[in-house]
């Protein structure tokens, strides 16, 4: 499953209580708009409607900031030649499981997202779903500043491991035989 959003995640120097919240925010996300590049040279609206939470604790010894994102929404392709559309369900949690200071001006993350996808075509019939956890290791210059992340800079992004069904479908395929009448 790929990681719908990368967890950017930041060091802290002494704070308060561990695992107490010091940000807790809701979203709502809505976006539409018309590519005509979509698939190579299809005209596509796209259109989503996110919901979910952004939450950040201190924990560990260090008090270090770890990242949790959850996430639920839906994402829609319309080929506007047919006016037939596509559509993802989903449900994600982003989650720091640790945070390192490298004492060298970078910190590693260690996250794990987890959610479930199901695809649906203009039928409302199921095309796909495919869920699991992935897991990537982070690195980040955190800018000389342990506890401002508009400054950090991210140096690497591995995926060390994924468990689940992904989709084994090619997308732009799923979504020309979905949205293209016989």
């Known amino acids: 499953m790929a990681a719908p959003i990368t967890a950017i995640a930041i060091s802290a120097g002494l704070g308060p209580a561990a695992?107490?919240?010091f940000v807790h925010d809701q979203f709502d996300v809505e976006f539409d708009f018309v590519t005509?590049?979509?698939c190579g040279d299809m005209s596509v609206r796209v259109e989503g409607d996110f919901q979910g939470t952004f939450t950040i604790m201190q924990k560990g010894r260090e008090h270090l900031p770890h990242f949790q994102q959850n996430l639920h929404g839906t994402h829609r392709w319309t080929n506007l030649a047919t006016g037939l559309?596509?559509?993802?369900v989903l449900n994600t949690i982003a989650k720091d499981q640790s945070v390192?200071?490298?004492?060298?001006?970078?910190?590693?993350?260690?996250?794990?997202?987890?959610?479930?996808?199901?695809?649906?075509?203009?039928d409302g019939r199921r095309i796909d779903q495919f869920g699991g956890t992935t897991w990537s290791?982070?690195?980040?210059?955190?800018?000389?500043?342990?506890?401002?992340?508009?400054?950090?800079v991210l140096l690497s992004e591995e995926?060390?491991?994924d468990h689940g069904n992904g989709p084994d479908m090619d997308f732009c395929q799923a979504f020309v035989?979905?949205?293209t009448p016989d």
Do not use: K, Q
Request: avoid cysteine.
């Open 85 to 88: 559309a596509m559509t993802d």
């Open 159 to 161: 995926i060390v491991s």
């Open 36 to 38: 005509e590049t979509f």
């Open 19 to 21: 695992a107490a919240p």
């Open 177 to 179: 035989d979905a949205t």
């Open 137 to 152: 290791v982070i690195i980040l210059d955190h800018g000389g500043t342990l506890v401002d992340p508009d400054d950090d």
């Open 100 to 122: 390192t200071d490298n004492g060298d001006g970078t910190i590693t993350v260690r996250a794990a997202y987890t959610g479930h996808d199901a695809l649906y075509g203009p």
